[in-house]
């Protein structure tokens, strides 16, 4: 029953049905399959098929931007779901993804998981500078700064931002999590992160985590 629903869901994102995605989604929700249960079986690796396509050059940039926009047709369903969650404020998590990269659907998958789980989280968007973040975390006082990165070329950014806090002396008034395909453990530790999250669950055990 749960493959017979979420597998079609997963082909029509690839398949770039953009008309067909959002009923199929519903359709998940009308067999009571968990919100998170459709983002994590159906949306994600339909997402991970896309990029392998475009990859191996059977899918071009056009085909992508179809497939995100059948991806977005099912997320704006889910996405209050996902953000449903008991509201007790945790921390506040100010949240970007880093200069030079425009990708959003894992930040935004996070950004929404953390608020279900009492964060209050400011969105900084896309291609960040690194003085913004600084900017918005004097201007705004929070407890994690969170940063995103896709591109190989885009994640020394990440190290750029940590320094720059370094630098102005007030780098330990805040903790820095990472996150994004490309990232690791390891990179974390190398730039002096506080900590990577895998996806976006992670991502919250992580700020849980730190807030104690
Ligand atoms: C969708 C997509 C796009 C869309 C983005 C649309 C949008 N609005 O975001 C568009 C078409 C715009 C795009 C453009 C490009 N893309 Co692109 N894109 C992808 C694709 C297919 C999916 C990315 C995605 O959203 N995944 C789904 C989400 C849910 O996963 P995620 O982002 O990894 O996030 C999860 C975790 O990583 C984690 N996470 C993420 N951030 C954070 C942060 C924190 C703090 C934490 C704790 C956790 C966390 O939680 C998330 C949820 O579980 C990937 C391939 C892939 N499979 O990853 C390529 C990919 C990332 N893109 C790639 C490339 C090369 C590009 C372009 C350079 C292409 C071009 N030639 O122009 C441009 C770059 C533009 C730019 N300057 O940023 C490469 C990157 C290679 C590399 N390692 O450098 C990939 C891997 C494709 C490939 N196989 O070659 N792309």
Known sequence: MTDALIQPLRDAIVEMKIDETEDLCRKCLDASLSPIDILNNSLIPALDIVGTLFRDGDYFLPDVLMSVKAYNNCYTVLEPLLKGGDYKPRGTVLLGTVAG???EIGKNILLAL?????????DLGI?????TFMEKARETNPDIIGMS?????????MKEVIDLFTEAG???KYKFIIGGSPISQRF????????????????????????I
């Open 101 to 103: 990269d425009i990708h």
């Open 114 to 122: 953390l608020q279900g789980n009492g964060f209050d989280v400011i």
């Open 127 to 131: 291609d960040v500078a690194a003085e």
């Open 149 to 157: 990165a896709l591109l190989s070329t885009t994640m020394p950014c």
């Open 188 to 211: 974390a530790e190398e730039i002096g992160a506080d900590g990577y999250g895998e996806d976006a669950q992670a991502g919250v055990e992580l700020a849980k985590s730190l807030m």
């Open 170 to 172: 007030i780098r330990d």
